[in-house]
């Protein structure tokens, strides 16, 4: 069982080192923006590491949007910061499930199935997709595990994988305790956690993450989630090295990793 956090882009092995961190996630660009990944210098260095990486995509991304201005551009930039993920050797690209702005769904699905078929046709994924639940919007793809399953029905025969927030999943209104068996019954993996406590209440749909033990979320809940899915699991929580550390240090002294 890996454990570590979501670090600083500038130079995510010394934030792990800092972190006593097994696994590191970072952005490859800015994640508000629709800007390609730039060359890193360090790609040899984290491809040698035995630190396991993880990207995550820009917030931006949406290939679920009914708008052809966020879609189309959306699926061009899977495409290129999957390349760019796999050239420094991730494990996977987290992306966020997207939503469907003032439309129907089932278009968002169907938009989804289609972002793959777009990377088919344009070569192929290099690595696994990661898609991730959210925990806010009324017609967000993945945020209620009923629309999930709906979601998976579109993509799930391209090998897609999950990875379950579990401040995502709280604030989004789903029960922590048994999650795991059925996040699993939808799509058959959890690739990876991201252990998060919830600033905000059960169901209240706010996308705010707080250190263990000082949300809403009672830790124990986040380490059996751990511990059932047999995933790596990052922490993003506030704090800085001293923060996160302490995360770190509480998921493995109660998980026994």
């Known amino acids: 069982m890996r454990i570590g956090a979501h670090v600083d882009s500038a130079d995510p092995l010394a ?4 972190r006593g961190a097994e696994v590191v996630q970072f952005f490859l ?4 923006s629709y800007k390609n990944p730039v060359p890193r210098e360090d790609v040899e260095r984290l491809r040698a590491s035995e630190v396991d990486v ?3 995509a820009p917030y931006r991304l949406n ?3 009914p708008n052809n201005r966020i879609r189309i551009p959306s699926r061009k930039l899977l495409m290129t910061h999957a390349r760019a993920a796999a050239e420094v050797g991730a494990k996977g690209l987290i992306v966020h499930g997207g939503h469907v702005e003032g439309g129907d ?15 088919e046709n344009d070569g192929g994924l290099p690595l696994p997709i990661l898609i991730e639940n959210t925990a806010g919007g009324d017609n967000a793809c993945a945020r209620r595990f009923d629309n999930l399953a709906r979601l998976w029905d579109a993509v799930g025969e391209f090998g897609a994988g999950f990875c ?16 795991v068996d059925r996040v699993k019954a939808i799509t058959g993996r959890i690739d990876l956690i991201h ?3 919830s600033k905000g209440g059960f169901d209240s749909g706010q996308d705010r993450h707080d250190n263990l033990g000082n949300g809403k979320i009672d ?4 380490v059996a989630a751990i511990r059932a899915s047999g995933a790596p699991a990052i922490v993003e929580t506030p704090g800085g090295v001293k923060g996160q550390s302490a995360d770190i240090a509480l998921l493995r002294e109660r998980s026994g990793a």
């Open 29 to 32: 660009a800015d994640p508000q």
């Open 164 to 179: 379950l927030d579990t401040c995502h999943a709280f604030a989004g209104g789903e029960d922590l305790v048994g999650i």
């Open 195 to 197: 252990a998060n406590d």
């Open 15 to 18: 934030e792990a080192a800092a």
């Open 105 to 119: 769904l089932a278009a968002g699905f169907a938009n989804w199935r289609k972002a793959f078929e777009y990377a």
């Open 54 to 56: 993880f990207i995550h």
């Open 63 to 65: 290939v679920a949007s």
């Open 219 to 222: 830790p124990e809940l986040v």
